[in-house]
Nanobody
């Protein structure tokens, strides 16, 4: 599966952005999906995942601010980001993988990344 992330940009603190990740192929609905982010010089970190049945799981630092969702008819996963903080500045990546319970297992299928910059 090929993934194309979009929707990043520059936003002021407290603002909102919605990221999209469009997948090619007919097997999108069989994958759990996730969003990661990466600061320069740091490891890529998982922030949210959504199962094939659309159950969502979030890391604590984005809970209540970010919402992950999927539209299988459009082969797309979204990340709605509200109340953005300067610390949320990073390159955001989507991944198609597997989820068992609350644990997400990434595959080698990554989107190209989209930059989110939050100004103070």
């Amino acid at each position: 599966v090929q993934l194309q992330a979009s929707g990043g940009g520059l936003v002021q603190a407290g603002g909102s952005l919605r990221l999209s990740c469009a997948a090619s192929g007919s097997t999108f609905s069989s994958y759990a999906m996730a969003w990661y982010r990466q600061d320069p010089g740091k490891q890529r970190e998982l922030i949210a995942s959504i199962g094939v049945e659309s159950s969502a799981h979030y890391k604590d630092f984005v809970k209540d601010r970010f919402t992950i969702s999927r539209d299988n008819a459009k082969n797309t996963v979204y990340l709605q980001m509200n109340s953005l903080k300067p610390d949320d500045t990073a390159v955001y990546y989507c991944n198609a993988g597997e989820r068992r319970g609350i644990y997400y297992y990434p595959s080698t299928y990554w989107g190209q990344g989209t930059l989110v910059t939050v100004s103070s």
